[in-house]
């Protein structure tokens, strides 16, 4: 069974300061791996997503994610945060048995301190 | 393109009672997902349908009732409302897998409060 772990439900950074994100992902077959990001009272947006090609994956605002098997991760960084940052990040896994069902993670709400 | 949109955005209901959430895609997607949003919990698959007229159970389906009878459309019902279906709903659709149509595009989202 699929199963997303993000390590910490809340990550504080100053503006500036570089933003990382933890996922690690466990699943029986190689994933497809996500982050969606949520603004408050909306919905989840797409920021980069990881379909078996570069390992290294780049997303939409800056941000970059690094599928790495031997360690079942995929974490999410960002160089410099910006005040617009601050919103909640979810990773997902999904893979192709029967209906691509996706596994969200808890979620990290990030906050950005001017 | 409105992309997906949901309906109501916003319903309170007494327990015991029934309501029907609409979801509704102009992109043409195959998939479609209804999902819960609690505090802490993230995002977990109620339903989710691979295209007309089909429907498959998520993680957490009990209470809950789906129909796909419209490529466009995903609705989902609450037959009895309980207080622990207080929610966000949201509804996803993608187009299909491979070839980048696995992003999926969600909806708005519906909160509900069972009293």
């Known amino acids: 069974a699929q199963s997303v772990t993000q390590l910490g439900s809340h990550v504080s950074v100053s503006e500036g300061a570089l933003v990382l994100l933890r996922c690690n992902y466990s699943s029986s077959v190689p994933p497809y791996l996500f982050w969606y990001v949520q603004y408050p009272n909306q919905g989840l947006q797409l920021l980069l997503k990881?379909?078996?090609?570069?390992?290294l994956v780049k997303g939409i605002n800056g941000f970059e994610a690094e599928f790495k098997k031997s360690e079942t991760s995929f974490h999410l960084t960002k160089p410099s945060a910006h005040m617009s940052d601050a919103a909640e990040y979810f990773c997902a896994v999904s893979d192709n048995t029967g209906g691509f069902k996706t596994i969200f993670g808890a979620g990290t709400r990030l906050f950005v301190k001017a | 393109n409105a992309g997906v949109t949901q309906t109501p955005k916003f319903r309170v209901l007494k327990t015991g009672q029934s309501m029907t959430l609409l979801c509704a895609q102009d992109?043409?997607?195959?998939?479609m997902y209804w999902y819960r949003q609690d505090p802490g919990m993230g995002l977990r698959l109620i339903h989710y349908s691979v295209g007309e007229g089909t429907t498959a159970k998520g993680e957490v389906p009990d209470g809950y009732n789906v129909s796909r009878l419209k490529k466009q459309n995903f609705l989902l019902g609450l037959e009895s409302a309980a207080p622990s279906q207080t929610s966000v709903y949201f509804c996803?659709?993608?187009?299909?897998?491979?070839?980048?149509?696995?992003?999926?595009?969600f909806g708005p989202g519906t909160r509900l409060l069972v009293l």
């Open positions: 996803a659709s993608n187009r299909g897998v491979g070839q980048g149509e696995e992003t999926q595009y």
């Open positions: 992109m043409n997607h195959e998939y």
């Open positions: 990881y379909t078996s090609a570069a390992t």
